[in-house]
T-cell receptor, first 115, second 114 residues
Framework: GAVVSQHPSWVICKSGTSVKIECRSL??????MFWYRQFPKQSLMLMAT?????????EQGVEKDKFLINHASLTLSTLTVTSAHPEDSSFYIC???????????FGPGTRLTVT | AQSVTQLDSHVSVSEGTPVLLRCNYS??????LFWYVQHPNKGLQLLLK??????LVKGINGFEAEFKKSETSFHLTKPSAHMSDAAEYFC????????????FGAGTRLAVHP
């Protein structure tokens, strides 16, 4: 139980284009989802926290107009990287918290490469 | 403010020998502490967590960790390493209770040799 999926697992896009990453909780409803960024051989950094039906809360230094987060349902959150640049290339990981729980379950991650 | 320091970026052991991954934390209050494992192409998996109950915490796959407040440490151990234990391990700290941020350590890559 408590499986989180991400789609796509790997995406290449050209500089200046936008790319959307989906995070789904497959067998539970998630009131809260989190988005993390992981640089090569480095740790995870929290980007934002999203609650279903409300605006995401972004961490200091994260551009909310560049990283658009939508949490439209209890099983789906999306992260859109707008006007992507090579420095946005990274591994993006989401996590989801089941209703009534504080534990985070992590997705497998999405590797974004911007050329 | 909270932080975690994983003292080794790489640890290499032989199969069947003990594993020790070291973690020190800094927190102005009694924290919740976690160990997560990350295998390639798989999501982070929770190994174990400490939330102010027993100081010796047993987790999955034979791993355990001991919370030592006097040493501000939460080291992860396993008596006998398996090849399948090779992965990246993260020590994580959080404020207890509620939707609080997880603060990740830099990670320790564990290699297991035959």
């Amino acid at each position: 139980g408590a499986v989180v999926s991400q789609h796509p697992s790997w995406v290449i896009c050209k500089s200046g284009t936008s790319v959307k990453i989906e995070c789904r909780s497959l067998d539970f409803q998630a009131t809260t989802m989190f988005w993390y960024r992981q640089f090569p051989k480095q740790s995870l950094m929290l980007m934002a926290t999203s609650n279903e039906g409300s605006k995401a809360t972004y961490e200091q230094g994260v551009e909310k107009d560049k990283f658009l987060i939508n949490h439209a349902s209890l099983t789906l959150s999306t992260l859109t990287v707008t006007s992507a640049h090579p420095e946005d290339s990274s591994f993006y990981i989401c996590s989801a918290t089941p209703v009534g729980s504080y534990e985070q379950y992590f997705g497998p991650g999405t590797r974004l490469t911007v050329t | 403010a909270q932080s975690v320091t994983q003292l080794d970026s790489h640890v290499s052991v032989s199969e069947g020998t003990p594993v020790l991954l070291r973690c020190n934390y800094s927190s102005s209050y009694s924290p919740s502490l976690f160990w997560y494992v990350q295998h390639p192409n798989k999501g982070l998996q929770l190994l174990l967590k400490y939330t102010s109950a027993a100081t010796l915490v047993k987790g999955i796959n034979g791993f355990e960790a001991e919370f030592k407040k006097s040493e501000t440490s939460f080291h992860l151990t396993k008596p006998s390493a398996h090849m399948s234990d090779a992965a990246e391990y993260f020590c994580v700290v959080s404020k207890p209770g509620g939707y609080n941020k997880l603060i990740f350590g830099a990670g320790t890559r564990l290699a297991v040799h035959p």
